[in-house]
């Protein structure tokens, strides 16, 4: 299959512009914008594995430090987000609780595990189900659109407890680790070219990887 970057064209990310490469200069820039093109996102996994470690790192004190700290007469009470959905299970509110579950343990923890999945084939040059992973990487960025859904559903948590007791409620320190996995988690599919999955497909030319 002929690609764009065998004839030497590319699209400028910042305003769309089809640009072509220029060989005696070393950095392309649009002849609409300035802005440096390349004929792919630089370093991409690279940059998709040390946003995705950062985010693992970081998943630990979302889920370890409390995200609630409630002070009432009898005390402080500090809530991590499992101690919140197993309140919020045992109290008669099991709705709430899974939809806690869902969007604080669980997508996080898949999301990393496909862009890990992702990141391995796309290094090892896998020829495996390109279409499958193609759309799964089309499913996380989908995914990511909502991610900010996360930090939401813990504020509407803080909000209801709120409304139900006496108590004074701030938010936790785990809620700016968690803030931080959802951010992480979105620069690491940003940053996965997903172009990189029909690299090894194409085998025509897999002798010659444009940069
Ligand atoms: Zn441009």
Redesign the pocket.
């Known amino acids: 299959m002929m690609t764009a970057a065998d004839k030497g064209l590319m699209v400028?990310r910042?305003?769309g512009?089809l640009c072509r490469r220029v060989r005696s200069i070393s950095q392309t820039r649009?002849p609409?914008?300035f802005?440096a093109v390349r004929f792919r996102k630089r370093d991409s996994i690279g940059r998709t594995w040390a946003f995705l470690i950062a985010a693992l790192i970081l998943y630990i004190p979302a889920n370890v430090l409390p995200v609630t700290e409630s002070h009432t007469l009898f005390g402080t009470q500090r809530d991590t987000i499992m101690s919140g959905i197993v309140l919020f299970w045992t109290t008669g509110s099991p709705f709430i609780a899974a939809v806690i579950f869902a969007a604080s343990v669980m997508i996080p923890i898949l999301k990393c595990i496909a862009l890990a999945l992702l990141a391995i084939t796309a290094q090892r040059r896998s020829r495996w189900r390109p279409q499958q992973r193609a759309k799964l990487y089309r499913l996380i960025e989908w995914i990511g659109r909502w991610s900010m859904l996360d930090v939401f559903v813990v504020a509407i948590v803080v909000a209801l407890v709120h409304l139900r007791s006496l108590a004074t409620i701030h938010a936790g320190p785990g809620v700016a680790a968690f803030g931080a996995v959802v951010v992480l988690t979105m620069l690491a599919s940003k940053s996965f070219d997903p172009r990189l999955i029909w690299d090894p497909v194409e085998t025509n030319h897999d002798s010659r990887q444009p940069r």
Do not use: K, L, V
Request: aromatic share 0%.
């Open positions: 400028c910042t305003c512009a649009c609409r914008c802005d």
